[in-house]
Structure formats: structure tokens, C-alpha cells
């Protein structure tokens, strides 16, 4: 396979997870590059003992991995906008969507890493659950169990800040 045909193919894959991984929209274009480089540099060489897209994705991991331990970002950036842009309907949806937002984030963070990286790897980059059973490297039926206790926990935390959204 040509790296142009993998690159075609993977591009927005690639880009939307390394935002999920947390690399910030200013340096993701600058990540990609260097996934790409490193599937140029190994494409001769693999081997089809997983799927591309999964492959992929776990060198946008490493990757991701590698940008966050960087000396670089390890530093606030001030001045910097915000990337939780909020449709302007007022200053109390804008509130209430901010604090639903973090209630999401909090209660996903919350999660144990098993649950949260099946959880995020299906619902978020859209893999399907056998290539999501690859990435976490474990039994399909294992990766269901994970995705259904990380969706009950979540429905858990999130009920009752739902609850007390509605009667307000």
C-alpha cells in the first residue's frame, strides 16, 4: 500500500484523534506530519496483524504521548483562546452548557482508564469494536463489558446534574 493512499484514507481519522488524545488545534497539524512520517518510514515493513486504521491510531497515541511529555507544552500559554466555543445565546445557556460540558469531561475522567479508553475509542473516533478490542488488547466480548459498565457509570454521574438542570 502507498503511503498517498494511506494518508488519503486516514487523514481525518488522524487529525480527530490526536484532538482526542489532547493535542490543541494549533499543533495538530504539526503531530500529523509526524505520525505520517513515522507510517512512511514503517509502511514497507508492516505487517497485517491488525487493521491499518488501528495501527494508525496507536501511533497517533504514542505520538500524543509524546507531545504532551514535551518540555514545550508543559507551560501555560497565555493569551490563548479558548477552544470550548459557546453558541451566543445568552450568558446562562452559555453557563449551562460550560458546566454540562465540564460535568462530561469530569465524569469521563472519573472513569477507571479501561472503561474510558473503550468508551472513547468507540463512541468518540467512531472504531468499531473489533478494531477497539485491538488497540485496548483484549477480547471483543471484554471491550462490550467495558463500553456498557463506562456507559452506566457515566449515565450515573451525569443523571443527577441533568436532574438539577431541568428543574432550574
Known amino acids: 500500500m502507498e503511503l498517498e493512499t494511506?494518508?488519503?484514507?486516514?487523514?481525518?481519522?488522524?487529525?480527530?484523534?490526536?484532538?482526542?488524545?489532547?493535542?490543541?488545534?494549533?499543533?495538530?497539524?504539526?503531530?500529523?506530519?509526524?505520525?505520517?512520517?513515522?507510517?512512511?518510514?514503517?509502511?514497507?515493513?508492516?505487517?497485517?496483524?491488525?487493521?491499518l486504521r488501528t495501527w494508525v491510531i496507536g501511533i497517533c497515541r504514542k505520538a500524543a504521548a509524546d507531545y504532551r511529555r514535551s518540555a514545550r507544552v508543559r507551560r501555560e500559554l497565555l493569551g490563548e483562546a479558548s477552544c470550548d466555543r459557546v453558541a451566543d445565546d445568552g450568558p446562562f445557556d452559555a453557563l449551562a452548557a460550560r458546566e454540562e460540558q465540564r460535568a462530561v469531561r469530569d465524569a469521563v475522567a472519573r472513569l477507571p482508564p479501561e472503561q474510558r479508553h473503550v468508551l472513547l475509542r468507540f463512541a468518540l473516533d467512531e472504531l468499531t469494536m473489533q478494531e477497539t478490542a485491538e488497540l485496548a488488547r483484549v477480547p471483543v466480548?471484554?471491550?462490550?463489558?467495558?463500553?456498557?459498565?463506562?456507559?452506566?457509570?457515566?449515565?450515573?454521574?451525569?443523571?443527577?446534574?441533568?436532574?438539577?438542570?431541568?428543574?432550574?
Do not use: M, W
Open 6 to 51: 494511506v494518508y488519503r484514507q486516514h487523514r481525518s481519522t488522524v487529525t480527530k484523534t490526536l484532538l482526542r488524545f489532547g493535542v490543541p488545534p494549533r499543533d495538530v497539524d504539526d503531530i500529523a506530519h509526524e505520525v505520517f512520517v513515522v507510517v512512511r518510514r514503517n509502511l514497507p515493513g508492516l505487517r497485517c496483524e491488525s487493521h
Open 141 to 168: 466480548q471484554t471491550a462490550y463489558a467495558r463500553l456498557y459498565a463506562g456507559q452506566r457509570v457515566l449515565r450515573d454521574a451525569l443523571s443527577p446534574s441533568r436532574t438539577a438542570h431541568a428543574l432550574a
